[in-house]
């Protein structure tokens, strides 16, 4: 019995060889990289940015690759958590609510004063949900309300200011 081989198209070489040249450049490419990762000196800054923030006075960090810039630096206090927050009929609606605001990262004082008032953070944003009427509700406008609550908030702090207030989750359910 007779066997015929058939050769390989030349197309078929050609997708073989571009592929094999492909795998290798990428292995050259991971080599390389690694053996410049090791001789790299450890504290060095990145070699270039991808996107990035710009703050006020440029880019952040003044482009100096690896200095540290702090003025940008600011912590978020979330601790006020999900709030769900009943309203009362004729609307039959619920509040789902969750506020978030930048504090400056230094001030320890103002940070312990924020945390032993979460309780009344929390209170007042559902004392103003449920202040509203249906209408109101309905139709909410969330920057007043933002206004307002930081005006609440704000009354409360003695050792610094809240400056912005973020609605993280704002939704009315029916």
Known sequence: MKREIIPPSRNLLLVYRVIITLILVLFVVLI???LYALI??????PLFRIGGSIGPGGPVNGGNRGASNSSYAVNVFSDIGTLRIPVAPPAAATVILSISFPYPPGDSPFTEELTSHTGEF????TGYFTSLP???IARLDEE???TEILKRY????RLG?????????LMVIE
């Open 122 to 125: 929390r209170s007042i944003a």
């Open 154 to 157: 704000n009354a409360l702090l």
């Open 134 to 136: 249906a209408e109101e």
């Open 161 to 169: 200011k809240i400056e912005t207030l973020y609605f993280n989750d």
């Open 40 to 45: 790299r000196p450890s504290g060095s800054g």
């Open 32 to 34: 390389a990289g690694s």
């Open 144 to 146: 007043a309300a933002k």
